[in-house]
């Protein structure tokens, strides 16, 4: 009856089905990884943001457990040393962040992403931010590396513009001490009014379930559909046969 399994074209069909299952089964399982992980880190946002506001000095014996935490700074703007974050998004209009390091006391100091501009504000040479002493209260984050991809920033020299938020790269060209970790703008007194406030850490849980869903959807109907074909085929084949016996 199912004889016909060991033809070539069949063989090469069951491993074909089996890699498909195989993929939809790794998609599945890598999707809902994701899912849960965002979920993790949900909380941890959460948590972290009703969790004691940390002080100046917290951010210069920086822990991974600091970052999404809250932080009250205190000091002026060194506008002298402003950098521009290229290619960062707000509500789908491009545009950059505007990172200032803030003076803490006379040598050291943390870099601020005071907020996000639209691309015509872009320009570091025109931007002023307010003089004399400031207070801000911003979310704590970890600097950004490149990963094994991504556009390289100029690695001596003075630059103006960064391809993203690297604290340590930003520290070789100041005469402050930064703190190895930065921080985005909440709320400001005064306020810088060019800047737009960053969007806060996405609570979403993303379409990673749904996928995830769907994968293992696709896997079902290969893991039951491929069985259903073999049988229609060995009852076609049966009736095959059966008419050529009459």
Known sequence: MYSFVRQPKWIAAHVLVLLLLVTFLLAGTWQFGRHQKRLDRNEVVLDRADAVMLETKDLFEPQDIFEFRLVQLEGSWSTGDSVLIRNRSHQDMAGCHLAIPLTTNSNEGVL????????????????????????????????????????????????????RTDVGRVDQQVALSLAPVYVELITSSPPIAEAVAVDPPPSDLGPHLAYAVQWFLFFAVGAVGFPLVLRHQARKGDLEDLSDSV
């Open 112 to 163: 601020v992403v005071a907020g996000w501009l639209s691309e015509p504000s872009c320009d570091v040479d025109q931007l002023k931010a307010p003089t004399g002493e400031v207070s801000l209260v911003g979310r704590v984050r970890l600097s950004q590396t490149r990963g094994s991809i991504g556009a390289r920033d100029r690695a001596d020299g003075v630059i103006s513009t960064l391809a």
